[in-house]
Every structure is written in C-alpha cells, then in structure tokens.
C-alpha cells in the first residue's frame, strides 16, 4: 500500500512559477523499494499524462510540453520518498491537477492531486 500527498498548486499567471511537493510513503516501499516517481497531470476532459520522472539514481525524464521549464527532484527517506517539481514559464496549458505516482507504471493508489490554474 502507498500513500501519495499532493501540495503546492494554486493560481498563478501566465508566466509564473510554482513548486509542488509531493510526500510518498508506505508498506510498497518497504517491500519493493522506491524506483522511478514521477508528476503526472490531467487536464479537464483529457487522459492523464505523465510530466516527468526521476529515478533514485538521477535519471530524468521530461515531457516535450515542459521540457526546459519544469525541474523535478527528490529527497529519499527510509521508506518513503518527498518530490518535488519546480514549474516555470507557466503556460494556459500547463492547467491540470498535478499527481505523483510510480513511473511510467503507476501503483493502483493515487492521492487527491493538486489544482494548478494558469489564468491572467
């Protein structure tokens, strides 16, 4: 079992930054480890997707769509993990709950995400 803890998100201006913290923890990481977490999001009406991801030994990944904007990081602690993301040069688009999970296979449980609105 896995407990995800989204925070961060808010309304901010086209242009803008926000840091989004994530706190996982749980028997999965016990048992299996902490491998890949990532920041997935889902607009209104769209499938979810993944953002980024950071591996435990600093392998990253970045979507095209926020790639040179966003930067991801994490601190590992016994059995549980903090991530964060860094958005910048925020962008309409960038509109979504923001989730973190496993990546790019997510564990069954997802958290309550985090609403980030992009608007003037």
């Known amino acids: 079992q896995v407990q995800l803890v989204e925070s961060g998100g808010g309304l901010v201006q086209p242009g803008g930054s926000l840091r989004l913290s994530c706190a996982a923890s749980?028997?999965?990481?016990?048992?299996?480890?902490?491998?890949?977490m990532g920041w997935y999001r889902q607009a209104p009406g769209k499938q979810r997707e993944l953002v980024a991801s950071?591996?435990?030994?600093?392998?990253?990944?970045?979507a095209d769509f926020v790639k040179d904007r966003f930067i991801i990081s994490r601190y590992n602690g016994k059995n549980r993990i903090n991530l964060d993301l860094q958005m910048n040069s925020l962008k309409y688009e960038d509109t979504a709950v923001y989730y973190c999970?496993?990546?790019?296979?997510?564990?069954?449980?997802w958290g309550q995400g985090t609403q980030v609105t992009v608007s003037s």
């Open positions: 950071l591996s435990s030994s600093g392998s990253s990944y970045y």
């Open positions: 999970n496993r990546a790019p296979t997510p564990y069954g449980d």
């Open positions: 749980g028997t999965t990481f016990m048992v299996n480890g902490i491998g890949v």
